[in-house]
């Protein structure tokens, strides 16, 4: 019979303390800036995300964002101050990189990612009770769930691709009315996807993403 193995916390990854960590800090955070005389009236809001992204990867020798992906998904909002709202969302995207068209061999990186973005937004410019203009910052945890690779110089190395992912966003969103809103946002990595430290290999993706936000 085996003798019993005692879980001790040197045996939880990394990246789950990590995150752990991050969502006791947001936890924090939201309930700082929470102000009592406005309890009564916080509200939820739900959000369907449509987007178009154009994504590149740092060190993959290929400039530009060429790579063009869609992405999609839903949200929750919630009024933790008159001009300060906590988001998070859940979004299915397409990024990666790829060369010009003008290229005559086409050499491309793929990724179907699903994310979770957390995010902190300032709401100003208000216009009959509505913020007209909104500012965002955030984490982006997510999970690579498919990888392509046409691109001789990393095929061999298409089974190194790390899972998880970790990034950084930024934003700014525009709602044009109660319902309807359009966003830009940065998202840059903050980890590597693929590692090969004896070819100085570090690939981490960042793009730029236009968005629609439907609120209800």
Not at 23 to 31: A, C, D, G, P, R
Not at 73 to 102: C, E, K, M
Not at 153 to 160: A, D, H, Q, R, S
């Amino acid at each position: 019979m085996q003798p019993t193995k005692t879980l001790t916390l040197s045996d939880i990854p990394v990246k789950i303390k990590i995150y752990f960590r991050i969502y006791v800090l947001i936890s924090i955070l939201s309930l700082y800036f929470i102000d009592s005389s406005i309890c009564q009236n916080n509200v939820f809001s739900g959000q369907i995300i449509i987007e178009t992204n154009f994504s590149q990867i740092k060190g993959d020798q290929l400039a530009g964002y060429h790579k063009v992906g869609l992405g999609g998904g839903l949200g929750v909002s919630y009024r933790i101050h008159r001009r300060w709202d906590l988001n998070i969302n859940l979004l299915y995207r397409n990024i990666g990189s790829r060369n010009s068209i003008f290229f005559k061999k086409q050499v491309s990186i793929s990724h179907n990612i699903a994310q979770i973005p957390i995010s902190i937004s300032y709401l100003t410019w208000w216009d009959n009770g509505l913020a007209k203009f909104q500012f965002d910052f955030g984490i982006v945890p997510g999970r690579i769930l498919e990888s392509k690779i046409k691109y001789n110089n990393f095929l061999p190395y298409v089974e190194k691709v790390k899972k998880n992912d970790l990034s950084l966003f930024t934003g700014f969103g525009l709602w044009m009315n109660r319902n309807h809103g359009i966003f830009a946002t940065y998202t840059r990595s903050m980890t590597n996807f693929l590692e090969v430290p004896d070819e100085s290999i570090a690939l981490k993706t960042y793009f730029l993403s236009l968005q629609y936000h439907y609120r209800f």
